[in-house]
């Protein structure tokens, strides 16, 4: 099933990624996208692009800003 990962996460990936999202950590480091990658069986760069556009999504439904990196900007 190659195709399905070319487009993008399947939806058993998209589940662990969210869970991690929203209970884990918005912002994950290294270590922990390493672990996020390895536990949902993508490479830690489409893991960060898909944290790094879950992100954006959730700022842009919080009404902040997609690219700040903190309220106080």
């Known amino acids: 099933m190659s195709a399905e990962t070319a487009s993008g996460p399947t939806e058993d990936q998209v589940e662990i990624l969210?869970?991690?999202?929203?209970?884990?950590n918005k912002h994950p480091d290294p270590?922990?996208?390493c672990l996020i990658a390895?536990?949902?069986g993508l490479t830690e760069?489409?893991?960060q692009k898909w944290f790094k556009q879950r992100l954006a999504q959730w700022r842009r439904s919080e009404g902040?800003?997609?690219e700040c990196r903190s309220v106080t900007d």
């Open 31 to 33: 270590t922990t996208l």
């Open 45 to 47: 760069e489409e893991t």
């Open 38 to 40: 390895a536990e949902a």
């Open 18 to 24: 969210e869970y991690n999202f929203n209970k884990v």
């Open 64 to 66: 902040l800003p997609s």
